[in-house]
């Protein structure tokens, strides 16, 4: 057979491999689009989401302490050991304990709203990792939105330099973070201030006494010491200042 002859032959192959790759093709476009939409969490082997799962828990303290009552709850209770001059009693993992009991109870309605409408629906594959993680964020925005100061969010705004707003919902996230915290530590101290003033006074009576009647080489913090524990425990102390506490989140 001549080369004239294999002419024909070539040219309905090559019509049918182009009508085949024209039908392959919106299967092979489909594929290439689900490839480049399908990029994130999702797609990571099971071993590389553990590993990134637990890394991510490694800032889970961090965001405790910056981004929930914690912080402020933590200095207050820290106010009260050193105006009742008792730096050991109680231990400081009760303290720590007490915090974290009294942080989950005031951040309950919040924490309720992120396991039914984000951390349930991921765990349940509904939603990606990707919306999950907006809803968190945005979640965690509206407490400490109701809670940062409108100076100290102000301050940081002007600091960053990033325009106007015409309403707080716009402040950028790392802008509302560390307004948050100083405003939780003002909180905080003011509260504390308020806790030293009845103990304050109990120290200045017994130094006033002991001063009149020639005691002057006695420390007077021994003897205020039971004192204040027994105005602390005759007012129900603890009881006033959980009290206290959660009612300043409102």
């Keep these: ?4 002859d294999q002419i024909p032959q070539s040219i309905d192959q090559a019509e049918r491999a182009m009508q085949s790759a024209a039908q392959e093709m919106p299967g092979a476009v ?17 071993p590389l989401q553990v590993a990134l799962f637990l ?10 302490v910056s981004l929930t009552a914690f912080a402020r709850i933590i200095i207050v209770l ?19 304990g007490l915090s974290l009991f009294l942080t989950l109870f005031v951040m309950g309605p ?12 991921f765990l349940e594959g509904q939603i990606p990792a990707g919306q999950a993680w907006k809803t968190v964020e945005g979640e965690l925005r509206l407490f400490m939105l109701q809670h940062v100061r409108s100076q100290d969010l102000a301050l940081f705004i002007h600091m960053a330099d990033i325009g106007p707003l015409y309403q707080p919902e716009d402040t950028p996230t790392h802008v509302l973070i560390p307004a948050f915290i100083i405003s939780e530590l003002k909180t905080a101290f003011i509260m504390g201030f308020c806790i030293y003033i009845p103990f304050l006074l109990i120290d200045l009576v017994i130094a006033a006494v002991l001063m009149s009647v020639g005691m002057m080489m006695m420390p007077p913090v021994v003897i205020s010491t039971p004192f204040k524990i027994l105005l602390f425990v005759l007012v129900d102390g603890w009881h006033l200042i959980a009290c206290a506490l959660t009612a300043s989140f409102g």
Excluded: D
């Excluded at 057979?1 to 004239?4: A, G, H, L, Q, V």
């Excluded at 489909?30 to 099971?46: K, R, S």
């Excluded at 709203?113 to 629906?121: M, T, Y």
């Design 78 to 96: 820290s106010f009260v050991k050193r105006a009742l001059a008792i730096q050991e009693i109680p231990p400081h993992p009760v303290m720590i």
């Design 30 to 46: 489909e594929a290439l689009q689900q490839a480049a939409q399908a990029t994130g969490y999702e797609n990571l082997t099971p």
């Design 1 to 4: 057979m001549s080369w004239s």
């Design 55 to 64: 890394g991510g828990m490694v800032l889970l303290s961090g965001a405790l």
């Design 110 to 121: 919040t924490f309720e709203v992120l396991h039914r409408e984000a951390i349930q629906p």
